[in-house]
């Protein structure tokens, strides 16, 4: 079965650099979320995405932003890197439709992005 | 807030069972998952319930919900050397409300002793 596919896997960048992080949720699903892991910490949330329009919006710096696109993939665009910002970022895609009692999230392998 | 709270580490013994708990704050939740996370590698889902149910049992895996002391709990049946990882325990609103997000546990580290 399809799963969410991330890219790149792994991304190394300087301070004050962008990067870009992009998102293939599973087809059909209509919700893109992404997550934050810091090392040895939980996921936490930064933004979603429902029917490309932005549903709702957790921890995520002002020097992200993120968007959908018409074929439901996501980016993640990260400006002014800090070392901080060194971190596993999961997307995760999900389908609102309750009838078919499809109600779990699905994650990404992630990306890892090390700045230095 | 929303608050979901682990135990950081257990250690059980191969073809022992294992129970890892979890709390939760919030009264409107409405689905709560676990989720495996192995060194470096993502999050794989591994089973989730829906408030209105007490138990849910998937192969090796049994779910209990006390929902009035907003209390869960992972059982695995004959712990593998191979379940050894990380467990994440994620609360979220219905479906109905606006937000879908999931709010994290800090993780369970299960050690499995061969």
């Known amino acids: 079965a399809a799963g969410v596919i991330q890219s790149p896997r792994h991304l190394i960048k300087e301070k004050r650099e962008t990067a870009t992080l992009k998102c293939y949720p599973i087809?059909?699903?209509?919700?893109v979320y992404w997550y934050q892991q810091g090392p040895g910490q939980d996921p936490q949330f930064l933004i979603s995405?429902?029917?490309?329009?932005?549903?709702d919006k957790g921890s995520i710096p002002d020097r992200f932003s993120a968007q959908q696109f018409s074929d439901y993939h996501s980016e993640l665009n990260m400006s002014s890197l800090e070392l901080g910002d060194s971190a596993l970022y999961f997307c995760?895609?999900?389908?609102?439709?309750?009838?078919?009692?499809?109600?779990?999230?699905?994650f990404g392998s992630g990306t890892r992005l090390t700045v230095v | 807030g929303e608050d979901v709270e682990q135990s950081l580490f257990l250690s059980v013994r191969e073809g022992d069972s294992s129970v890892i708990n979890c709390t939760y704050t919030?009264?409107?939740?409405?689905?709560l998952y676990w989720y495996k996370q192995e060194p470096g590698a993502g999050l794989q889902l591994l089973t989730y319930?829906?408030?209105?149910?007490d138990m849910k049992q998937d192969q090796r895996l049994t779910v209990l919900l006390n929902k009035k002391d907003k209390h869960l709990s992972l059982r695995i049946a004959d712990t593998q050397t191979g379940d050894s990882a990380i467990y994440f325990c994620?609360?979220?609103?219905?479906?109905?409300?606006?937000?879908?997000?999931?709010?994290f546990g800090s993780g369970t580290r299960l050690q499995v002793q061969p």
């Open positions: 995760a895609s999900s389908r609102s439709n309750r009838e078919t009692r499809d109600y779990g999230y699905t």
């Open positions: 087809p059909r699903h209509d919700t």
């Open positions: 995405f429902y029917e490309k329009m932005q549903s």
């Open positions: 919030d009264s409107s939740s409405t689905y």
């Open positions: 319930i829906f408030s209105n149910m």
């Open positions: 994620a609360e979220r609103e219905g479906m109905d409300t606006g937000r879908r997000a999931l709010t």
